[in-house]
């Protein structure tokens, strides 16, 4: 066999990907060089032993029956808001994206691109600081501001998943008379429901997180407990709120995979 017909053996590493890895080294460097972490400092005997110490004043949690009727009543007050909260960002980011995957043309597209990465860009923390300008302190302005960023994200993720839908079963359904939405609904659409809900359900465990700092700013939920009992110094009732959190956190995390598992099965 002639030596010229031979394959030739792959590449390793093709010249892009190495210059991205190598983008990626130098930034990582910069970062380490530009924030001059003080490592020393932070492992030292002085800095362990304060962060002991404080961590110590949590225990033991305080479980009064009083507190842990509050605790429950805060817990389901921030499922509640990272569930509407989602359950509208999910309606509204099916709308945006319609005209995002450019379905209704080019200025369409343009215009629903921007406003979604306007929501997206702007933190649930600051969709929450104006809302509590507009609507007052509360669980409201919290579930709003969920809403607005995470309409943001999910628009732009159904969006790119429209865009690579088969176009032939909803062309079909075209040529043979359907009308555009008709088409949409039963061609398009059920191709990637499977995996906008999967994306919803995901951005529903971030959102249970999300609620719970958005607290903090006074948007009701655990997070506005802990920030209470933190700045009082009632250390081992925060430790009970946080607890609540994990907890929480945890329930909807498992509760969400189960879901995402049986869609894709």
């Keep these: 066999m002639n030596q ?3 394959p ?3 590449a390793i590493i093709s010249l892009p990907t190495l210059l991205t890895l ?3 080294l130098a930034l990582t460097i910069a970062s380490f060089v530009s924030l001059a972490i003080d490592w020393r400092n932070l492992f030292s005997v002085e800095s362990l032993a304060s962060t002991w110490k404080f961590f110590q004043e949590f225990a033991p949690m305080n479980t009064a029956s009083p507190l842990l009727q509050k605790v429950l009543y805060a817990s389901l007050e921030t499922l509640a808001m990272s569930a509407l909260g989602t359950g509208i960002a999910a309606i509204g980011g099916i709308i945006m994206a319609l005209p995002a995957s450019g ?6 597209m343009y215009v629903s691109r921007l406003l979604l990465n306007i929501g997206r860009a702007i933190p ?3 969709w929450a ?3 509590l300008i507009a ?4 669980p409201f302005a919290g579930t709003i501001a969920l809403a607005a960023h995470t309409t943001g994200v999910l628009g732009r993720l159904f969006a790119e998943a429209l865009e690579n839908a088969s176009p032939l079963p909803e062309s079909t359904l075209r040529t043979n008379g359907a009308g555009a939405v008709a088409a949409f609904l039963f061609a398009t659409l059920p191709q990637r429901l499977p995996q906008m809900l999967s994306y919803t359900l995901y951005r529903w465990e971030n959102n249970i997180r999300a609620a719970a700092i958005l607290g903090v700013v006074g948007a009701g939920g655990l997070g506005q407990m802990l920030k209470y009992h933190l700045s009082l110094f009632q250390m081992q009732t925060a430790a009970t709120v946080i607890v609540a959190m994990l907890l ?5 995390d498992g509760l969400s995979f189960a879901i995402r598992r049986w869609l894709v099965s």
């Design 4 to 6: 010229n017909t031979l």
């Design 22 to 24: 190598l983008g990626v």
């Design 248 to 252: 929480l956190v945890a329930m909807v």
């Design 135 to 138: 609507a007052g302190l509360g």
């Design 8 to 10: 030739k053996a792959p």
């Design 129 to 131: 600081s104006i809302m």
């Design 103 to 108: 379905r209704f043309g080019k200025p369409a």
């Design 124 to 126: 649930e923390l600051v």
